[in-house]
């Protein structure tokens, strides 16, 4: 099935593009007005340069009128062969349907709400038609029951002509046109953008991502820039600050000459207050007794930290550099 960008817009024609598989582009009149184009032509010629196949209006009253539009924007620039011109279905429009369709020149017959309008630009050779699903079901018509109509027609009489499901309103509409069959669909880029959005999708990706980051990067890579030591000649409340100005639920306690001594955390102070009360505020961390502290090193992945904390219970890691102390890992840090 062949997929088209239904657009005026410029910015979003260029973004849509970069897909490197669309097709072509259908525009109207009506998107042009609405972006404020005031010169057609040279928005037309613009298009037509940035766009594999480009299907643009060929307006008239009459036959001689459409066939004289088309044959007036190709001695402007437009190449044939890169170039559908779109004719609403009428008997005038069928009529020049077929005179261009005679000089192999490519046309779409759309803005079509019945079998029987299909019939008719099929058998004057147009090229593509083009029924409007999404105003047909505003409306109230089973529009999915006409394209399934006009690609059977196509099918059963070997028609030359390809259907193309269009008035795209939503990402149900493009699973409606490939389950019917149609051979081109034109979708607006807000649709098109959503077309590859799906919950399980992104949450399975994001997985990946995490499980490939936590087996290559290193504790270094995710700890914080801050390293929480105090001296152990504080008193409880002034380690308490400190933990507190760092940001952490422990700080790691240093001897006089920089030695370690052991790491004071949150879960300390409340067994502390349970089993001492106040007494607390006049100790010391000198006067406690530490036991040694749950360490990884800086080169150690992000998995190995995963596994210990999961081993040890503890919400926080000592992280060390070649055995010195240089900062914590907290377990809400492998969260990136």
Not at 111 to 138: F, I, K, S
Not at 167 to 179: D, K, L, M, Q, T
Not at 269 to 284: P, Q, V
Request: net charge negative.
């Amino acid at each position: 099935m062949e997929l088209y960008l239904d657009s005026a817009d410029i910015k979003e024609i260029e973004e849509a593009f970069k897909l490197g598989f669309l097709t072509g582009l259908t525009t109207t009149p009506t998107f042009m007005a609405r972006e404020g184009v005031t010169d057609i032509d040279g928005l037309i010629l613009k298009l037509a340069d940035m766009v594999p196949i480009l299907q643009v209006e060929a307006l008239g009253q009459t036959a001689d009128e459409i066939v004289a539009e088309a044959y007036r924007q190709l001695e402007m620039g437009l190449k044939k062969e890169r170039s559908v011109f779109k004719i609403p279905v009428s008997l005038e429009g069928v009529k020049a349907c077929k005179r261009l369709a005679d000089d192999n020149i490519m046309v779409n017959v759309h803005l079509v709400y019945t079998l029987q309008q299909a019939y008719m630009a099929m058998e004057a050779g147009a090229t593509y038609v083009c029924p409007l699903v999404g105003r047909l079901q505003d409306q109230g018509h089973d529009a999915l029951g006409l394209i399934e109509e006009c690609v059977d027609a196509v099918n059963f009489y070997g028609y030359d002509t390809k259907i193309m499901f269009s008035s795209v309103r939503y990402p149900e509409h493009v699973r409606n046109a490939i389950n019917a069959g149609v051979h081109v669909c034109t979708v607006p880029w807000k649709v098109m953008k959503n077309l590859t959005e799906n919950n399980f999708t992104r949450v399975g990706t994001d997985q990946f991502f995490e499980d490939t980051r936590m087996m290559t990067k290193t504790v270094k890579s995710a700890m914080r820039k801050v390293n929480p030591t105090v001296l152990a000649s504080l008193s409880i409340p002034e380690a308490i600050i400190k933990m507190t100005d760092y940001g952490f639920g422990c700080v790691t306690v240093l001897n006089a000459d920089g030695s370690l001594k052991g790491v004071f955390t949150d879960g300390d102070l409340r067994r502390l207050i349970g089993s001492k009360g106040d007494a607390i505020m006049n100790t010391k961390l000198s006067d406690l007794d530490f036991s040694t502290p749950k360490s990884i090193e800086t080169s150690a992945l992000l998995n190995t930290a995963k596994d210990l904390f999961k081993q040890t219970h503890v919400d926080t890691l000592m992280v060390t550099e070649n055995g010195v102390p240089v900062g914590m890992l907290d377990i809400q840090d492998l969260a990136g």
